[in-house]
């Protein structure tokens, strides 16, 4: 093993932010905070990115590791105990003074505090703490925070360092207990989702005695709300409250054409999915695995008088993300994982991570045409369609469908199938059904909504609203007219236009020699990798 | 055919709210009624058939326009216009005009009555506006420099709208403590701010201009360079993608932006 200990700050920085570099949750949204006198800094609601890197990923914090050197041999990971990689560690103090002054110069939003395992847990989320105290009361540091709870690290350090953050995650590192088994044999789910549900409540609480403290619900929360469905808080949870039946209902929608046929009947779509309970059972036992006993994490905030609780506990709440594509899960399991997160964790966000082999391990997947980067992409806009749009898992796939359509966006491909609910008349139709037309999202059809109370709106209207509308034209229409006279709107007249649009794919297809006449929906549910 | 009257104004807020004053007052009808700004981005053509007039800037007439905007129409509405006069679009006078002749028909509506052409044109005079301030929040890069024996945070911008407003605000909030100058090179201004205290905005003349150029790469190196190093091993080859990235981040914003010298 290669120690870099006296290695300059400049050494340093990059070996530890070149071995962060592949944890996604960069931002720095979630909480909105004012400055404060002598203190520096102050946080947006919607985040501010500072830069974009070559691979055109944003950067908005400091994104660093306190130390790579790692005890875990995970086999996806590049910091794993067996790798022969320059290792560093970085003191508390660097890191404050590399956080100031990039912030001072408006390089950075705030700090992402990452770290391998240094001897323990314990430890290493000690100097996770050291640090982030340091930085607010020394430093007077009044900026953005994000920091990992170590999975196994002791119910009062995670306390503490929610203290001092704004956003914690705990990575799930696999969207499976079975992979995670196999490729992070030093972990396990337990591990993960203890201090995921002790922050969850942490923030509830928190949320009760001092109010939302500049932070604000998760997407997801309010979404539910709208459509009326029933949301668990920490709260509760820990009471025992019943189980949810949300995923039970959620793995039915399955039938791409079975659902509803009202007229304007979307929602029925979206709640009323029917019940036959043995689809997918295998499948769902993994969304199911994520539920504790409720004695865990109950023990509640114990710290508050050691504290500021000017920031609140963790006020931007938490995130956790997954690597894609290493442990050969579907899409479908993938969904329904991050949907029964957003359901009984109540976190912000859910990121994907495809995956990238540098370990060159022989028992991983080798991917050679490079990462998953479109199933990637068609992941994060399924992960949207849950949170703003109001869509459930089992409604986009099924077990008999249980990958995405790498080549049409997971609407469309909704849409698709559901043609017996369009086209949806513009100057009618209630917002979520609205936001279930292709090419329609969730500010035009804010826009549209607000703009049809002082005149009824046409198709060049639309437009300037920010609508799609090569996409939207197929399943709208305007004072009942259709945009133009199609001679025939079926399912694959419209794909083979949406698919028609992206030049990448026409090229696929040219190299594939599939002619556009063979192409049918459901034959290409291939996988993206 | 009735004439068309058109009135022409200079392009300060002053001169333009002058005009709308005076173009209301004249009960001459809103159709029939055009605002034009003299600024190098408006074509200057006369056209045959119409009535030209030239305004006399008035500082009354504006504080009466704005007081009624912000009581009769919304503060929604008045923030719309005033990011308006400041932005660079040559059709901007008369595209507030209208949407003041609207807003008092229609009331606090009017800024989501976007299916009439005139507030379509507002929202998005508007929204490219305050997209570029905002981009100023994110890739304003300040340096240290030695300033009257003080360490001060010092920054360029070229920004084409006018955004300084909106970024001095952002950083005093955010730097109270710190003393920061914020140099807008494209509209010869600048904003100082002393540790708790509120920025103030001063115009520059050409001398203090070039003065301001030379301070630029003045300050100490270590942090750019330590920002550098960040910048490259922070990027991951396996998924370089230069097109998103000049998505993200439009090539001419890097002009002043450290990781890219």
Known sequence: MIFAEHASLEEKLRILSDAAKYDVACTSSGVSRKGKDGQIGNTSAAGICHSFSADGRCISLLKILFTNECIYNCKYCINRATNDVPRATFTPEEVCELTMEFYRRNYIEGLFLSSGIIQSADHTMELICQTLHDLRTIYRFHGYIHCKAIPGASPELVELAGWYADRMSVNMELPTADGLRQLAPNKDRRQILTPMRQIQSGMEESRQALGMKGGNRSAYWHTSRRLGRSMPDGISQRAGAPKLTGLQSASTGAG?????????????????????????????????????????????????????????????????????????????????????????????????????????????????????????????????????????????????????????????????????????????????????????????????????????????????????????????????????????????????????????????????????????????????? | MKEMRIYRCDDTPESIFTAVYDAGKSAYGHDHIRLEVNMPEAEQNYTLFSEYVDVMPDADKMTKVLRTVRRQISQQAYEYIMVAAGSRQPDKADVIYHFIVYGFALGSKVTEALHIPCVQRMFEIYRKARNEAHYFLEFIRFEEISWQDHPVLYAVIEPENEVIDMVADHFTDRLNPEWFIVYDKSHAKAAFHNPGRRWYLRKLEPEECRALDELEHSGGQEYADLWKAFFDSIAIQERENAGLQRTNLPLHYRKHMTEFH
Not at chain 1, 278 to 292: F, P, Q, R, S, T
């Open chain 1, 256 to 529: 791409r054409r079975g659902a509803v046929s009202k007229p304007g009947g979307l929602q029925e779509i979206s709640t009323g999915a029917g019940h036959s309970q043995n689809v997918g059972k295998d499948i769902m036992k993994e969304a199911d695995d994520l539920y504790l006993p409720s004695s865990a994490g109950t023990a509640g905030l114990t710290q508050w008088r050691h504290h500021d609780t000017d920031r609140g506990f963790v006020p931007a709440g938490q995130s956790t993300q997954m690597i894609i594509g290493a442990g050969g899960e579907s899409d479908y399991e993938i969904m329904s994982v991050s949907e029964a997160l957003y359901q009984r964790f109540d976190l912000k966000r859910v990121f994907y991570s495809a995956f990238i082999n540098v370990n060159q391990d022989a028992s991983l997947p080798a991917l050679e045409s490079g990462p998953p980067l479109r199933r990637e992409h068609r992941l994060y806009q399924a992960d949207f369609l849950l949170r703003y749009y109001g869509f459930e898992a089992g409604e986009l796939l099924s077990p008999s469908r249980p990958n995405f359509n790498v080549f049409l966006d997971p609407k469309c491909d909704w849409a698709l199938g559901h043609m017996e609910s369009f086209p949806v008349e513009i100057n009618t139709a209630d917002y979520d059904t609205l936001l279930r037309v292709p090419g329609i999202g969730v500010k035009s059809a804010g826009r549209i909504v607000k703009a049809r109370r002082t005149g009824a709106l046409d198709y060049s209207h639309l437009k300037k609203m920010g609508v799609v509308l090569k996409r939207a034209v197929y399943f709208i229409t305007c004072n009942g007219r259709m945009m133009y006279d199609f001679l025939k709107v079926d399912e694959d007249f419209i794909t083979r236009r949406l698919v028609g649009e992206e030049k990448e794919l026409q090229r696929y297809y040219q190299q594939s020699q599939i002619r556009y006449q063979q192409l049918s929906l459901f034959d290409f549910a291939v996988d993206a990798n």
